[in-house]
């Protein structure tokens, strides 16, 4: 029989190696959106969104052209945050289908795909803070040719940097635009 303060080690050490392997690629297809969880399916401790930070998506208009491309500005912000990371994917909203192409600006940013969606997300590099307490991934967003709306479905991890998933906190933020042709 196992002693619990050995069971406690196995479970700790089994668990870091677990959560710790995501600081270079989270699982995919956890945005939250289309019955997708989100990253707090194994970051639990904290509510989502739990007051006292933030997460904001600027780029994305109301209504997007078909011919534009839009570079998106993705910002998570919390004072007690060490480390961060972040999925993302832009899709149509009636059908949960993949919506344009993504395309990352820097090394901060990596792509992967899952069932026909692209997912963006926080490359090893991209886990690193950009100022204290704040975190910021940029890349950029082509529309389809198909007119329609779309939804784009983000999360993102205020880590505390312990390769665990407690102590973190998930913020989510839905954006969308209208699908014009002019």
Avoid at 159 to 167: I, K, R, T, V, Y
Wanted: proline share 7%; hydrophobic share 40%; with cysteine.
């Amino acid at each position: 029989m196992m002693r619990p303060v050995a069971a406690l080690t196995l479970v700790l050490t089994a668990t870091a190696g677990w959560f710790g392997r995501y600081v270079d690629h989270p699982p995919l297809a956890h945005t939250g959106g289309f019955d997708e969880p989100t990253c707090q399916r194994c970051h639990f401790e904290y509510p989502l969104n739990e007051p006292g930070g933030w997460l904001t998506i600027r780029g994305l208009p109301d209504t997007c052209r078909l011919d534009t491309s839009y570079t998106l500005q993705l910002t998570l912000q919390h004072p007690e945050m060490l480390r961060a990371g972040f999925e993302l994917a832009v899709r149509f909203a009636d059908s949960g289908r993949q919506a344009g192409r993504l395309q990352p600006l820097n090394d901060r940013v990596w792509l992967d795909t899952l069932r026909g969606v692209w997912y963006a997300f926080h490359s090893p590099a991209g886990t690193e803070l950009t100022a204290s307490g704040k975190a910021v991934w940029t890349l950029r967003w082509s529309p389809p040719d198909t007119i329609g709306r779309v939804v784009l479905h983000a999360v993102a991890n205020a880590a505390n940097d312990d390769a665990s998933e407690f102590g973190d906190r998930i913020y989510q933020v839905i954006a969308g635009c209208r699908l014009n042709p002019r």
